[in-house]
C-alpha cells in the first residue's frame, strides 16, 4: 500500500490561500518543526492485509464511528479517503454519504482492485477506487468536501508539499482530518516515526488551512482538522 504513506493506505480528506472566515492579511509565520522522516512500507497482498485491518479488534482501537463522526458529514458531500488501503473507512464513507461520492485513493494497484471489487460486492457505487502516486492525491482543485487521512501522514515524506495538494482539492468551507497515532499508543509505527500533533496543525497552516486539535477523543490516536 504505501512507499512514502502509511495506508496511501492504511494505506486507503485544503485551494492554499487565506481560510475561510480569516482576515485578508497573510497568516503569522509558523516555525518549523524538528523533521521526522517518512517510514517506507510496501502494502502488497491486499487480501491479506484485510485479514489484518479489517477486524473488530481494530475496530475497539480505531473507533471508526467516532472518527466518522467527526467529519460532520451531508449526505450529498464529496469526500476523498487518502491511502485507504483495504478500504475500511472508505466504505462506511460511502454509506454515510449515499447522494454523494467516495473516492478511494492508495499507491499500491493491489488496494485498488481490492477496493473496487469491495464496493461492487457491499453494493456501494457511490464508492470509486482510484490509484495515485506517493507524492500527488491528484485530486482536481475545489472539488472535494472532506478529506480523511487516517494512519497515513508517517508515511509522507514531503508533508508540506501533500498538505498544499490536499488544500488546493478542498471547496471553500470543506475540511481535512488526518488522524495518526499518539506518542505512547501501542499500536502505530515505530516511537521515532510517530508524529507529535504540533508538526500536523503546522503543515496544514502552511498549507493556507485553519489548523486545529479536534475535541474527539480516541484511545491510541488524535484527530488534526484543517478547515478552508
Not at 518549523?32 to 512500507?41: D, G, K, L, V, Y
Not at 489484518?52 to 475497539?60: G, S
Not at 495518526?180 to 509505527?189: L, N
Request: net charge negative; charged share 25%; aromatic share 4%.
Amino acid at each position: 500500500m504505501v512507499p512514502a504513506m502509511h495506508r496511501l493506505a492504511l494505506i486507503t480528506l485544503i485551494a492554499c490561500g487565506t481560510p475561510r472566515g480569516e482576515p485578508s492579511a497573510p497568516p503569522p509565520a509558523v516555525p518549523q518543526p524538528e523533521h521526522h522522516s517518512a517510514m517506507h512500507h510496501r502494502f502488497d497482498h491486499a487480501d491479506e492485509w484485510a485479514k489484518v485491518w479489517d477486524t473488530p479488534e481494530r475496530d475497539a482501537w480505531q473507533q471508526p464511528e467516532r472518527v466518522v463522526a467527526a467529519l460532520k458529514l451531508g449526505p450529498r458531500m464529496v469526500i476523498a479517503d487518502i491511502g485507504a488501503g483495504t478500504g475500511y473507512f472508505s466504505v462506511r464513507l460511502a454509506r454515510a454519504v449515499p447522494d454523494g461520492q467516495v473516492i478511494a485513493t492508495d499507491i499500491e494497484p493491489d488496494m485498488v482492485r481490492h477496493i473496487t471489487e469491495r464496493a461492487a460486492r457491499e453494493q456501494l457505487p457511490n464508492l470509486r477506487a482510484v490509484q495515485t502516486p506517493p507524492t500527488d492525491p491528484e485530486l482536481a482543485p475545489a472539488s472535494i468536501d472532506r478529506i480523511l487521512v487516517v494512519d497515513v501522514w508517517h508515511h509522507i515524506d514531503d508533508r508540506d508539499a501533500y498538505a498544499r495538494a490536499l488544500a488546493r482539492a478542498l471547496r471553500p468551507g470543506g475540511k481535512l482530518a488526518i488522524v495518526d497515532f499518539k506518542r505512547e499508543s501501542s499500536h502505530g509505527p515505530p516511537p521515532e516515526h510517530r508524529l507529535p500533533p504540533d508538526e500536523i496543525l503546522g503543515a496544514l497552516t502552511r498549507a493556507g488551512l485553519r489548523a486545529s486539535l479536534s475535541a474527539t477523543e480516541l484511545p491510541e490516536q488524535y484527530i488534526v482538522i484543517g478547515a478552508r
